[in-house]
């Protein structure tokens, strides 16, 4: 029989660092709060090699252990994030994989409190992947941070291909009536995209010749790893007016090369002369049968309009070859449309929150300089919910 001292004692919480010899307990814990991250996108975020130049931190969070049991009720990761402000290589802070046992709720805030300690500090805090609004509001609270400009809780719906107004349409009678609409749906769909067929390759061919127009040619590239890749990465630094993210072809080969090899997400070059001028990476998002595609990067040398118009043009004709029927477009700021052009979403929350220290970066981000608030500026980019690749 246990006497009170050993119940105290079992029932204890202590504080464990999160470290790259751990990351299987995270990943357990993270995939019963609906977090389901594989030990490999865990190292892929948590540990970039990218960032070894500027700390050496080796800690990426803590978690909270009831040590009777050896469970682990509360965890929240950090990470750092490398960007340039200009040419200057600087150091940014991130969060991912916050979650708490029901039971443990409060201790959430102790395993942040932790994370002060120990968490090399940054001018520049920025987190893109938000689930809800009571992480939102913790983030909030706890980095002193703001939406970025122009807000972050809206996103565009670009149509790929006319099967989208099909599958619209079908899904509105479904709603309507019910077992009848369920009945014909699917023949109703095999019609709708036979049909549609000769519309949408009217469709492709214009998108094709648009960006030739434009003096850009779209090639499909299976790595970042390429002479052709350096030296965009170069020319795209030279241009730098304010503050990006980082796209070392070291930290792009690192993040995604492995996705690109099992093909679940695909790089586009726009070519000109025989020179990358710019790129677009997208991920199939594994629902709707596989209809639905994301942007998780794209940006073009010295910002070019041309270019990421010639981008986001072709795209969607590649996403249409792939079975994609939509392109959806997260994180960007209000310039986004003079690029892009879609339906506009709105989320119930914000899902970027960001804390710049100083004042030289923060009025560059207000004059809309630099290539800044996209999915690569977080943890978006690796994909989330139930759609992990890695």
């Known amino acids: 029989m246990r006497n009170e001292g050993s119940l105290i004692m079992e029932d204890e919480i202590k504080y464990?660092?999160?470290?790259?010899?751990?990351?299987?307990q995270v990943a357990i814990a993270a995939a019963q709060w609906g977090m389901n991250r594989s030990v490999g996108w865990l190292k892929r975020i948590l540990f970039d090699p990218t960032v070894d130049d500027l700390t050496q931190d080796t800690v990426r969070g803590h978690m909270a252990i009831q040590q009777g049991t050896r469970k682990l009720v509360a965890v929240q990761c950090y990470y750092y994030q490398p960007v340039f402000f200009k040419k200057q290589k600087m150091l940014a802070e991130s969060g991912c994989i916050m979650g708490a046992d029901?039971?443990?709720?409060?201790?959430?805030f102790c395993v942040l409190e932790e994370n002060k300690k120990s968490m090399m500090k940054t001018n520049i805090f920025i987190v893109n992947?938000?689930?809800?609004?009571?992480?939102?509001?913790?983030?909030?609270?706890?980095?002193?941070?703001?939406?970025?400009?122009?807000?972050?809780?809206?996103?565009l719906i670009a149509v790929a291909d006319v099967r989208a107004y099909i599958s619209s349409v079908l899904n509105h009678a479904l709603k309507r009536n019910g077992r009848i609409a369920l009945a014909l749906k699917q023949v109703s769909m095999g019609i709708g995209n036979v049909v549609s067929r000769p519309l949408q390759w009217i469709i492709n061919g214009g998108r094709i010749a648009i960006s030739r127009m434009r003096g850009f040619?779209?090639?499909?590239?299976?790595?970042f790893d390429s002479d052709r890749y350096k030296s965009f990465w170069a020319r795209f630094?030279?241009?730098?007016?304010?503050?990006?993210?980082?796209?070392?072809?070291?930290?792009?080969?690192w993040l995604f090369d492995e996705s690109l090899k099992a093909e679940n997400i695909y790089l586009?070059?726009?070519?000109?002369?025989?020179?990358?001028?710019?790129?677009?990476?997208?991920r199939r998002m594994p629902q709707l049968n596989g209809e639905l595609f994301e942007v998780m990067d794209i940006c073009a040398v010295g910002n070019n309009v041309s270019c990421l118009k010639s981008?986001?043009?072709?795209?969607?004709?590649?996403?249409?070859?792939?079975?994609?029927s939509r392109l959806n477009l997260y994180c960007y700021m209000d310039?986004?449309?003079?690029?892009?052009?879609?339906?506009?979403?709105?989320?119930?929350?914000?899902?970027?929150?960001?804390?710049?220290?100083?004042?030289?970066?923060?009025?560059?981000?207000?004059?809309?300089?630099?290539?800044f608030f996209g999915p690569l500026d977080g943890e978006r980019c690796m994909g989330y919910g139930g759609y992990i690749d890695l």
């Open 16 to 24: 464990e660092a999160v470290t790259i010899d751990n990351l299987d």
């Open 102 to 108: 029901s039971n443990f709720a409060a201790e959430i």
């Open 129 to 155: 992947d938000l689930a809800n609004i009571k992480s939102f509001s913790i983030h909030r609270f706890f980095h002193s941070a703001q939406p970025p400009f122009g807000g972050a809780n809206t996103y």
């Open 217 to 223: 040619k779209i090639e499909r590239a299976m790595s």
């Open 237 to 253: 630094l030279d241009s730098n007016s304010g503050l990006v993210s980082s796209r070392e072809p070291t930290r792009m080969k």
């Open 268 to 282: 586009y070059f726009a070519i000109r002369e025989g020179s990358v001028e710019g790129y677009v990476l997208v």
């Open 311 to 324: 981008l986001a043009c072709r795209v969607k004709r590649e996403v249409s070859k792939l079975g994609g």
């Open 335 to 371: 310039n986004v449309k003079d690029w892009f052009s879609g339906y506009t979403g709105k989320l119930d929350h914000e899902c970027s929150l960001c804390r710049i220290d100083l004042p030289e970066i923060f009025n560059s981000l207000k004059c809309g300089e630099g290539w």
